[in-house]
């Protein structure tokens, strides 16, 4: 099993950046794919990024594309999510999610999950 931490969250005005990190304990961290969602207010769960185990394989939402930039270090057993030119939409909960295997975009993919930290965008 692995265990995970996230940070990073907080208010930011529309066009700011926030770096989210993700830690885990547990198993090795690189035996998981990892990936960050979101949940907005009165919204279901969405995928925003994904990385397999070794970095070598990301992959994001149309909506945060070229805005967004998720990143591993195995020997720092983090993932951080950069997220840049924030915008009012990208207000939501968000999540790091956990896998032994690079799963997809749906959320029920995934075995293990942090806690949320909230990120909010004033326009």
């Known amino acids: 099993q692995v265990q995970l931490v996230v940070s990073g969250g907080g208010l930011v005005q529309a066009g700011g950046s926030l770096r989210l990190s993700c830690a885990a304990s547990g198993r090795t961290f690189s035996s998981y794919a990892m990936a960050w969602f979101r949940q907005g207010p009165g919204k279901e769960r969405e995928f925003v990024a994904r990385?397999?185990?070794?970095?070598?394989?990301?992959s994001y939402a149309d909506s945060v594309k070229s805005r967004f930039t998720i990143s591993r270090d195995n020997a720092k057993n983090t993932v951080n999510l950069q997220m840049n030119s924030l915008k009012s939409e990208d207000t939501a909960l968000y999540y790091c999610?956990?896998?032994?295997?690079?799963?997809?975009?749906?959320?029920?993919?995934?075995?293990?999950w942090g806690q949320g930290t909230q990120v909010t965008v004033s326009s």
């Open positions: 999610a956990a896998d032994s295997t690079l799963r997809g975009t749906w959320a029920g993919e995934y075995a293990y």
């Open positions: 990385i397999s185990r070794s970095g070598g394989i990301t």
